[in-house]
Nanobody, 129 residues
Framework: QVHLVEFGGGLVQAGDSLRLSCVVSGDTLDYYVIGWFRQAPGKEREGVSCIGGVGFTTGYADSVKGRFTISRNNAKNTVYLQMNNLNPAGTAVYYC??????????????????????WGQGTQVTVSS
C-alpha cells in the first residue's frame, strides 16, 4: 500500500516562496509519475504540476509556469514543489498524488486527476495580500 504525506504548507504573504515536500512510502518512487494538485474553497481540484518517472519530464499549469518548479529525489522517495512569487490565487489545499500507470507528463494536458491512484491528505497553503 503506497502512502503519500505532504509537508511544507503554511501562511505566507504575496511574493513569498514555499517549498512543499511529498514523501512516498510503501514502494520505491523510481518509475512513478507524481503530480501536485490543489483545491481552493468552493472550486474544483486543479492540476498544478507533474514529474515523470523516466527522464524526469515535467508539466505545469499555465497559471504557475515560471514560478513553480517540481523536482524529485528518488533516493529519498521525495518529490518537491518549489513555489516562488506566490499570490492569493494560490491559496488552496495542495495534494501530492501518484500514478501507477506510465502516463506521460510533459504539458498542462497531462494534469488529469483521473490518471492518479493514490493521494496524500493535503497541506494548506494560504497566501495573504
Amino acid at each position: 500500500q503506497v502512502h503519500l504525506v505532504e509537508f511544507g504548507g503554511g501562511l505566507v504573504q504575496a511574493g513569498d516562496s514555499l517549498r512543499l515536500s511529498c514523501v512516498v512510502s510503501g514502494d520505491t518512487l523510481d518509475y512513478y509519475v507524481i503530480g501536485w494538485f490543489r483545491q481552493a474553497p468552493g472550486k474544483e481540484r486543479e492540476g498544478v504540476s507533474c514529474i515523470g518517472g523516466v527522464g524526469f519530464t515535467t508539466g505545469y499549469a499555465d497559471s504557475v509556469k515560471g514560478r513553480f518548479t517540481i523536482s524529485r529525489n528518488n533516493a529519498k522517495n521525495t518529490v518537491y514543489l518549489q513555489m516562488n512569487n506566490l499570490n492569493p490565487a494560490g491559496t488552496a489545499v495542495y495534494y501530492c498524488t501518484l500514478a501507477s500507470s506510465p502516463y506521460s507528463c510533459t504539458s498542462t494536458n497531462d494534469l488529469i486527476a483521473g490518471r492518479y491512484d493514490d493521494w496524500g491528505q493535503g497541506t494548506q497553503v494560504t497566501v495573504s495580500s
